[in-house]
């Protein structure tokens, strides 16, 4: 693996009891790259991510993730990733400001160094003025900010995002997607799931799942010329109306 | 790095705080785990009684004799019995006794009075409702020593004698025999071990329903870590609970404290760490907080039924002393008991010390060995 590539997997499979929820997925992200995840609800886009995480031991095939084995070094990939799951997963009974000390602190952050860090998330990310609200009484897009800022309190390398902004208000999501641009300039790779055609657009590869299966990968121009259709949003109602009618035949 | 900057750079640190700082906010929790031991002192306190007295007797008397008076107020005496009104026939005994309003009825027959004055024996008759032994086992007793007082006051009366042999009983520890006394320092272990089974597993269960664990497992946070931060904060509730049932057992049911205290503390940690780590170990085991409620009372049974709590084990039948043997509260029970009720010092609980610390980490490495970082 060379030093510019933060994952790598071969024949990567993920198998449920009968049901195959990814098959042989071949997969390189390289260090500083926006990197979009795209394919309909079920086609094996967050079980992708959860087994780059070490959240899911894969069935067989290899990930290579920040350099080191996922299903050999979980706790070494640990220390050089970040997550967020689709689903809030902070403590909402904390405030914006002990959720931040509690992750930095567990990500080994101490003393002074974790206080500069937290000042310098909150100033970043615009949740100064909310730091002793609690978690809970946040809007969807101040928890999705206050997520991104736990999850970033290491400053990772690569950064995990399953549909970061499901649900959040338009204005929102284009702040959102501002700080993102700002971590990849900065050199972290973002791997990112969505179902906004308009954030696939602004990703700087994507790669289509289908029913578990690698489709199509490619920068978001070469994957409108690889199907023929004049936008993302078009390959994405084709390859779903190909996967419902897959479902109907099997 | 040295070993103190490890141990201070471990995750473990900011996850005590976060419980600390999460407990500190759940004010209805941190109320029930200090009020619920409170309250069930009381109920086990007031309720178990084991030993009866006043049971409901009626009186059939076709004597009507002085003779058969001073019987009467012989059985009253002992205080098993609590006369509560007088009947004229056998069908009326039966029919208060089917109907629960009499649990003992006393029958001195007409030629009573005769039979004392003639030299032969005389015959009263004691029915008791025994459906419940306990009852039944306090009515035998009584009409036993009832009779025995009349029969040596007649003998007394006639001619000084004393019975050949007198088996002189001196109930130690317990004089006078009072069910509180075994009961309230059973209810310390017995709530332990619910409350610290329960919330432990509750409190891990909670983190995978509210996904907080997808995101904690994400993060390099050691399983030990993480379980020795969740489970040390209810290690000082467990400490709440045992001084606030040992102050109340003190204040309203004077259960006596003769032993160390300090060696009753200490010797709680291990049975306190062991009760936490079987909480980790049931969280390991179900999905939902209602599962972990459910499996956490499911626990329950076996330790208030095999743990010698309500019943001496030595009564049991083999098998059930193998599982009694099993619980951790079983060897605490006997270091309550003995440190409270009979001043038992570290030589004579040394034994059930070693057996809980070896229950503390032996759950405890299955707990951490069971947990997995995954969702799977």
């Known amino acids: 693996m060379n030093s510019g590539t933060v994952i790598e997997t071969q024949g990567l499979r993920k198998v449920f009891g009968t049901r195959v929820a990814l098959e042989g997925l071949d997969l390189v992200v390289h260090r500083g790259e926006i990197f979009g995840l795209l394919g309909a609800n079920g086609s094996g886009k967050t079980t992708t991510i959860r087994m780059l995480c070490g959240l899911l031991a894969p069935t067989s095939g290899q990930a290579r993730v920040v350099g080191f084995d996922v299903t050999r070094d979980p706790e070494k990939v640990r220390h050089r990733i970040g997550y967020m799951s689709q689903r809030f997963g902070l403590y909402e009974d904390l405030t914006v400001v002990e959720n931040l000390r509690f992750y930095s602190g567990v990500y080994g952050l101490r003393g002074t160094e974790a206080k500069l860090r937290i000042a310098e998330l909150l100033e970043e990310l615009d949740l100064g003025p909310r730091s002793r609200q609690l978690a809970a009484t946040l809007s969807g897009g101040w928890k999705q900010r206050l997520a991104l800022a736990c999850a970033t309190a290491h400053r990772p390398d690569l950064l995990f995002l399953d549909e970061p902004t499901a649900g959040v208000d338009p204005a929102s999501r284009q702040r959102f997607w501002n700080l993102i641009s700002a971590f990849a300039a900065r050199g972290t790779a973002i791997l990112l799931t969505t179902h906004y055609m308009d954030e696939a657009a602004r990703c700087e590869r994507l790669a289509f799942l289908l029913a578990g299966r690698l489709i199509a990968d490619g920068t978001p121009d070469e994957i409108t010329e690889h199907f023929g259709l004049p936008t993302l949003e078009q390959v994405f109602i084709d390859l779903q109306a190909r996967a419902e009618a897959g479902t109907e035949a099997a | 790095m040295t070993l103190l900057e490890r141990m201070l750079a471990s995750p473990f640190w900011p996850m005590l705080r976060k419980e600390f700082i999460q407990m500190r906010r759940d004010r209805l929790t941190l109320g029930l785990m200090i009020g619920v031991p409170a309250i069930q002192l009381m109920l086990f306190g007031f309720a178990i009684q084991t030993e009866v007295r006043n049971l409901p007797t009626i009186v059939l008397d076709e004597s009507r004799s002085s003779e ?71 009515a035998i007793g009584g009409a036993t020593q009832a009779g025995n007082a009349r029969s040596e006051a007649l003998l007394g009366a006639k001619r000084k004698v004393e019975p050949p042999v007198r088996i002189s009983v001196r109930p130690w520890f317990n004089p006078t025999l009072r069910s509180s006394v075994y009961i309230v320092p059973g209810i310390i272990g017995v709530l332990l071990s619910m409350t610290m089974v329960v919330i432990t597993s509750v409190a891990v269960v909670r983190e995978r329903e509210r996904g907080t664990l997808e995101q904690l497992i994400v993060t390099p946070i050691s399983r030990t870590g993480l379980l020795l931060g969740k489970i040390v904060p209810f290690v000082l509730v467990g400490y709440v609970q045992i001084t606030v049932i040992l102050l109340l057992g003190r204040l309203v049911f004077q259960v006596p404290m003769l032993g160390s205290m300090p060696l009753l503390y200490a010797v709680a940690l291990p049975f306190i760490f062991a009760s936490l780590a079987i909480g980790i170990l049931l969280s390991t085991l179900v999905q939902t907080q209602a599962q972990a409620m459910q499996m956490g009372f499911l626990f329950l049974l076996p330790n208030i039924l095999l743990s010698g709590f309500m019943f001496p084990r030595e009564a049991m039948p083999a098998p059930a002393q193998w599982l009694g043997a099993m619980l951790p509260l079983t060897y605490f029970l006997q270091v309550l008991r003995g440190v409270l009720l009979k001043a038992a010092g570290p030589d004579a609980v040394w034994r059930q010390a070693l057996v809980l610390t070896g229950f503390a980490f032996g759950v405890a490495a299955v707990a951490v060995g069971r947990f997995r970082k995954t969702l799977e």
């Open chain 2, 68 to 138: 058969s008076r001073a019987l009467i107020a012989a059985i009253e005496n002992t205080g098993n019995f609590r006369l509560r009104g007088v009947v004229t026939s056998r069908e009326e005994i039966h029919r208060q006794i089917v109907k629960g309003e009499a649990a003992a009825a006393v029958i001195i027959p007409p030629d009573y009075t005769d039979d004392i004055k003639q030299g032969r024996t005389a015959v009263a008759q004691v029915i008791v409702d025994a459906a419940d032994p306990l009852a039944s086992a306090a």
